[in-house]
């Protein structure tokens, strides 16, 4: 889970435990223990056509908002040598990584696609409308998280940087410290701080940023308008947007990862199994028949 040991302070970097599930808008992604990749929803464009994919030790998976229809289409996999492939909507580049090499992280955006290199800095391909890839400068990165338009970074020393669209304020991290783990979603960011306790900024207007209570948390994940928290006993919190009841989450147990689509939420038990609430109307929440998901390790 999303920790930071003294070892990771260096200046190579070892980031924590790698992504084994992700989630789009529209579809669901999943990494097996043997390195192979599984996905189900929506394959307009290609996003799911995974089958083929072996040696992979992260996933990652475009998300956007609701009222977007396009852009949301891509899936990312990093390899254990550290080359990147990926599959889906491409109109941007956003999938223009074959060329990537030394990636310990990759995290995808709305139409974008944010590798993180084992020297701390980071690499972009995509939509730049915003200047949320304008992060060739950055450096000592140990995490790295997308929006739909802007793009967050944490660094060795647990500050955060920002760069893209910050109508809402959600770029404003500058003052942040002590964090562990970050995550970006439509219009809000999220941080992890290492006593469990978690900060916020950007846009609340479905309640997404109401998580100054929350206490003993170990992970977090962020939809659109919805946050989710892993606490350090395998259950889950939520706030935020819930039409789709995407932050029905209370009765989970003994989860281990966590990830939070568009409108929908997906949960990685200790046994391998899935288990994931919300919008399934291209059956992205159909993940009941999965196991053997590998499960969060360095």
Known sequence: MDYISSEETVL???PWPKDTIATGRRHTVGLKSDGAVTAMGDNKY???????????????????????NTGNAHTIGLKSDGTVTAVGWNKHDQCD????SDIVAVAAGWRRTIGLKSDGTVVAVGRNNEGECNVSSWHDIMAVAAG????IGLKLDGTVTAVG?????????????????????????????SDGT???VGSNKHDQCDVSDWSGIVAISVGSNHTIGLKSDGTVTAVGWNKYGQCNVSDWRDIVAIAAGCAHTVGLKSDGTVIAVGDNEYSQCDVSDWHGIQLPSN
């Open 12 to 14: 190579k970097v070892k």
């Open 46 to 68: 290609g996003q799911c056509d995974v089958s083929g994919w072996c040696d992979i030790v992260a996933v990652a998976a475009g998300n956007v908002h609701m009222a977007t």
């Open 97 to 100: 990584v074959n060329d990537w």
């Open 148 to 151: 739909d338009w802007h793009t």
């Open 165 to 193: 669209n910050n109508r809402y304020r959600q770029c404003n991290v500058s003052g942040w410290s002590d964090i562990v783990a970050v995550a970006a979603g439509y219009l809000h960011t999220i941080g992890l701080k």
């Open 198 to 200: 978690v900060t916020a």
